[in-house]
């Protein structure tokens, strides 16, 4: 069994991750918090631009196009109830001219 409770899955949550509950004790605020995290999202990406750092992509053989089922890949998926990278997001973020 793992015991790596550093991010929530379903093993350590017990089959019950769930971000604003459920049932009688639902958040009430959760389709609002849903559409503020959009907005946020959208005004972040409407003045910043993202690019992958390529020093960090060239200390692999592989192209970040390239499937991420290989344990070598530069980004590297890694699922349980929360989506997160094996080795990390390396980006390189500018400002853009809004």
């Not at 379903?10 to 459920?22: C, I, K, N, Q, R």
């Not at 390239?66 to 699922?79: A, I, R, S, Y």
């Given at each position: 069994?793992?015991?790596?409770?550093?991010?929530?899955?379903?093993?350590?949550?017990?089959?019950?991750?769930?971000?604003?509950?459920?049932?009688?004790?639902?958040?009430?605020?959760?389709?609002?918090?849903?559409?503020?995290?959009?907005?946020?999202?959208a005004m972040v990406l409407r003045r910043f631009s993202f690019d992958f750092?390529?020093?960090?992509?060239?200390?692999?053989?592989?192209?970040?196009?390239?499937?991420?089922?290989?344990?070598?890949?530069?980004?590297?998926?890694?699922?349980?109830?929360?989506?997160?990278?094996?080795?990390?997001?390396?980006?390189?973020?500018?400002?853009?001219?809004?």
């Amino acid at each position: 069994m793992n015991t790596n409770f550093l991010y929530p899955n379903e093993v350590a949550s017990d089959f019950a991750y769930l971000p604003f509950g459920g049932g009688a004790r639902k958040c009430v605020g959760d389709e609002f918090a849903t559409l503020e995290a959009t907005v946020t999202l959208a005004m972040v990406l409407r003045r910043f631009s993202f690019d992958f750092d390529q020093a960090k992509l060239a200390e692999t053989s592989m192209s970040v196009h390239e499937h991420p089922k290989n344990l070598e890949h530069p980004v590297g998926m890694k699922t349980g109830a929360t989506i997160h990278t094996r080795k990390g997001l390396h980006m390189i973020v500018k400002k853009r001219d809004v």
